[in-house]
């Protein structure tokens, strides 16, 4: 009886829930939206790139105009590969106009580029000979044209950092009125253990050659990297922070409106701005101790940073990789499951490894539902 039991409950949990959940979302009605994404980071698609926002696309079945299912495995502006070679698909200015005027949102995931040893192209990118990436001209245009139509717009960590040129960061910076402080940042939990390799620069060297110390760190902490003066500063978990993997804490706007805990683990890559007089949801607070506080006014930092800011209710701007999570999209489409898995990770707001389910999830979300308001309101006038 007990094995009849047993066998009756995993033949539900395994087939029945997962099946039911499916044909659930199956014949749910999905919505259009007319989605720019760009991500000039990508060769392959492997680890974490645009899965995430496809994730919540497939979950929410928003669909492509004509009702297909969007795959970011492929479509999106960036570096993508072709055979032996990789091309680069991107807008020209004289079509900026008419993309603008069908878009719904747009959505810069990454620009941080790739360096030109990994590229193989029969027509070499213009932009830097060393590295493919950051903000051009046409994603000037392109964003200025949809500022002004009033577009939703994400944008995330990098979006102003190197290698855009410093002219072009000018303008984006005025357009936006966020300006970049020249520092990237991120907490890892083993400072003697991390690589060159996971940090993408040489900071041991340019740590070295600024304090005459060598790198004789260990146990958690934050790495604050200076990108345009060449400098780097540690923050030891426990004496100069005491950071718990580095805090968001969500305002009670953003609390509110996109269903956000009041704190936030995230161990990600972020950026450290100033907003200038746009409106910050969200905080980054590493809780920095006298000596931490007193380095941080030594070079001239704040307390605390934007991690989350808007701008006139239809540009975001998120300081940190967010969307960098590693998720299974074969369970995007399957309702029920996700639900529980929800409601177990959102819990754990502590641990940096659930931070799809406790920021990214219902903070895309919440601008998802919103973006799909306005397209409603604009097709019924």
């Not at 033949?11 to 994404?37: A, C, D, Q, R, T």
């Not at 492929?74 to 032996?84: L, R, V």
């Not at 995330?156 to 984006?172: A, H, K, Q, S, Y």
């Not at 970049?180 to 050659?209: F, M, P, Q, T």
Request: charged share 25%; with cysteine.
């Amino acid at each position: 009886m007990k094995t009849s039991r047993a066998i009756a409950i995993i033949f539900l949990v395994v087939i029945l829930i997962p099946v039911s959940g499916f044909v659930s979302w199956y014949f749910k009605k999905g919505k259009e939206l007319e989605i720019f994404f760009v991500n000039k980071s990508i060769l392959n698609f492997k680890g974490t790139e645009n899965k995430s926002f496809n994730w919540i696309l497939n979950n929410q079945k928003i669909l492509r105009p004509g009702k297909f299912p969007y795959d970011l495995k492929i479509q999106y502006f960036g570096t993508h590969i072709d055979g032996e070679n990789n091309r680069i698909i991107y807008p020209r200015l004289s079509d900026l106009d008419r993309l603008v005027e069908k878009t719904d949102l747009v959505y810069y995931a990454d620009i941080s580029g790739i360096p030109a040893s990994e590229l193989k192209m029969s027509e070499p990118p213009e932009q830097d000979k060393l590295l493919y990436g950051g903000f051009n001209n046409t994603d000037y245009f392109l964003s200025r044209k949809a500022f002004d139509k009033g577009t939703k717009y994400i944008a995330e960590c990098n979006f102003f950092g190197v290698p855009t040129d410093p002219l072009m960061r000018f303008n984006i910076e005025q357009l936006t009125d966020i300006y970049w402080l020249g520092w990237i940042g991120k907490y890892v939990l083993d400072l003697s253990a991390v690589s060159e390799d996971d940090i993408c620069y040489n900071y041991r060297e340019i740590y070295h050659s600024r304090t005459g110390q060598t790198w004789n760190f260990s146990g958690p902490g934050l790495i604050l990297i200076d990108r345009l003066n060449d400098r780097v500063i540690v923050f030891r978990e426990g004496h100069e922070i005491n950071s718990l993997q580095g805090f968001i804490h969500a305002h009670d706007e953003a609390i509110l409106r996109f269903n956000l805990p009041e704190l936030t683990c995230f161990s990600g890559w972020f950026s450290l701005l100033h907003p200038g007089k746009n409106k910050t949801l969200c905080t980054f607070d590493f809780r920095p101790s006298e000596i931490g506080r007193a380095i941080l006014k030594e070079n001239g930092l704040p307390d605390t940073f934007p991690a989350l800011i808007e701008r006139n209710n239809h540009f975001y701007l998120l300081a940190g990789d967010f969307g960098k999570s590693e998720v299974r999209l074969c369970f995007s489409r399957i309702y029920g499951i996700n639900h529980i898995i929800d409601a177990a990770k959102r819990k754990r707001f502590d641990r940096a490894s659930n931070f799809f389910y406790t920021f990214y999830k219902p903070l895309i979300t919440g601008i998802l539902e919103e973006t799909l308001g306005e397209s409603a309101g604009k097709q019924e006038k």
